[in-house]
């Protein structure tokens, strides 16, 4: 409208109209960068990526509920030694008043709140425990869709040699069995209340076909349903003890490995039903940035990229 070119404007603002170069002169540090004022009782930690893969750890406050105030670190890569040493920079009285601290089940993210934020209990995400949960799930029917290709080109290579046309089966839905299985990952991987119509017929289909699918899919729905119950946390205890029996009753090599996460988790897990607290906020930062990350269409000067995160959350 102007008659302004785009690109120009864009290096007025950076260079000129921001601030940015004497910004990055007195404040930026390539390694990692605080802001002890952003501090609270409440943290999450998560990661994220800024530019191809490049992973950068970040810690938010509870309280700011994603707006200004809420980023309280971002650091470098994910190596706990180098988190443990950028957030031991921060007062440590304020360290010691964080009470809650809500993170995923990554053994690094675990080392680092123990060791920077001692007096804070750890929380894992709920969301990442269901996840992995119906992960497993989704890995049962890839295993059974694998299956189903291994037949369906057997019984075609059996018909080139005797000569005759392979006509594969098709089920009342128009689905052959690969195809049930291929088309299938939503159902396992959502609410039965949230199925459509021929979702819900294909479901049927499914778990009729697949009766170790059907018991694997109502195992973690009991899962979710134990989370969304009001109850303290030793009774929770109790009712994951119940339901880890079920899982073992279904001998299945994916649910081991979700059983002996939860199990060396447990602590953390139960701690959720103290408050009910999540990492929803660190994700929603995080999808944030993705956000503004492809307004940008990826990100080339990542200290620009870092002093307008600074300027909009910090």
């Excluded at 053994?107 to 425990?129: E, Q, W, Y």
């Excluded at 303290?232 to 979700?258: G, R």
């Excluded at 492809?294 to 000067?301: I, L, N, P, T």
């Amino acid at each position: 409208m102007f008659g302004v070119d785009a690109g120009l404007l864009s290096r007025q603002y950076k260079l000129h109209l921001s601030n940015f170069p004497d910004w990055k002169a007195e404040n930026y540090n390539p390694e990692f960068m605080l802001f002890k004022k952003n501090m609270g009782t409440h943290l999450s930690i998560d990661e994220t990526s800024l530019s191809q893969g490049e992973l950068y750890t970040i810690v938010t406050n509870k309280a700011a509920k994603g707006k200004k105030g809420s980023l309280v670190a971002i650091v470098r890569g994910v190596k706990s030694e180098n988190v443990i040493f950028a957030l031991s920079r921060l007062p440590e009285s304020k360290r010691k008043m964080v009470q809650e601290m809500t993170l995923d089940l990554s053994p690094t993210m675990k080392l680092i709140s123990r060791k920077c934020f001692p007096n804070a209990s750890l929380v894992c995400d709920r969301f990442h425990v269901q996840q992995l949960m119906n992960e497993a799930v989704n890995d049962l029917r890839i295993s059974y869709r694998w299956e189903a290709i291994d037949l369906e080109n057997t019984e075609i290579q059996l018909g080139k040699e005797i000569g005759q046309r392979y006509i594969p089966h098709v089920f009342p839905n128009g689905d052959t069995r690969r195809q049930l299985l291929a088309r299938s990952r939503h159902i396992v991987l959502k609410n039965s209340s949230k199925w459509t119509k021929s979702q819900t017929q294909r479901a049927e289909i499914l778990f009729e076909q697949y009766p170790e699918i059907k018991k694997a899919y109502d195992v973690s729905l009991e899962l979710t349903q134990i989370y969304n119950l009001k109850i303290k946390k030793e009774i929770a205890l109790t009712k994951f003890a119940h339901w880890y029996n079920k899982v073992d009753k279904l001998n299945c090599k994916f649910f081991k490995s979700v059983v002996q996460t939860m199990q060396n988790n447990y602590r953390d897990i139960v701690n959720y039903f103290d408050n009910r607290s999540t990492n929803a906020s660190a994700e929603s930062f995080n999808a944030k940035i993705k956000a503004f990350r492809s307004q940008f269409r990826g990100v080339r000067d990542i200290p620009f990229f870092i002093f307008r995160l600074a300027n909009l959350f910090a």
